[in-house]
């Protein structure tokens, strides 16, 4: 475990909304390898969100150390923080957050349009945009409004998006989704094709165990936390 070469680590991790709230994240260790691809289970409410905001850098750790990517997050400014998540991070939104009145490539390229300092010129971007969208099989959606696509290929165009800058560190919101298992790995092994040609890692949360088995490594977020709930099954 080395802070400076992990993708991610934790250390006395806790965090609260506000001031006389309660902690919702008590972690007091945790650390994930460049490249790893990494699965946390967790029920509704248990604050798999509230992790992903705290590791992006949305939100401020409340006490603790945050360091992504070699870079220690809880000594930055919020728009420092800000300017960190945008050359180093890639984020799928739980309910994707697309933008209803842009087309599909709009969507796809907005995060280079909103970056001051885009980490890839307008050609490469051009160059790494049709890749992305033929490798996720939405080439032919590119003109259209997202309120046409299915959910299916919202996702697609969630993950084109998050990965436009070239990240270092993909987090995932798994949404509620109604897509079937077979959709779902298929989907995620091709997320991990792309993972691997880019030397990203991948931090993916759910509340539903069954995808666990494709990652490198998963956990509970319950057995992560320092202060147990109850698990459900404790009530037998
Ligand atoms: N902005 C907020 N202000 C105050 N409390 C919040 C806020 N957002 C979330 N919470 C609380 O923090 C806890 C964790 O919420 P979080 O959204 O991280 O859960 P989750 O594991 O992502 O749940 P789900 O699987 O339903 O998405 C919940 O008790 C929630 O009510
Ligand atoms: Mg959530």
Known sequence: MNPT??????????????????LILDIEQFSMAPRERFFLYGTSGSGKTTLL???????????GKVVICGQNLTSLSASERDFFRSQNLGYIFQSFNLIPYLKVKENILL????NPHPP????????WLQHLVQRLGI???????????SVGQQQRVAVARALIHKP??????EPTSALDFE??????NLVFEIAQEQNLGIFF?????????LFDRSMDLRDLQKVKVPKSEDFR
């Open 139 to 149: 080439e032919g959606l590119l003109e259209k409004n997202v309120l046409q696509l």
């Open 168 to 173: 270092k560190l993909l987090l995932a919101d």
């Open 205 to 213: 949360v759910s509340h539903d165990h069954s995808l666990k088995s």
């Open 53 to 63: 905001e705290v590791l992006s850098g949305v939100l401020p750790a409340t006490e």
């Open 183 to 188: 959709h779902r790995e298929k989907f995620l």
């Open 120 to 127: 890839l010129n307008q050609k490469d971007s051009e160059v």
């Open 5 to 22: 070469s992990d993708l991610i680590h934790l250390k006395s991790l806790k965090f609260k909304y506000a001031k006389e709230s309660p």
């Open 111 to 114: 995060p280079l349009k909103l």
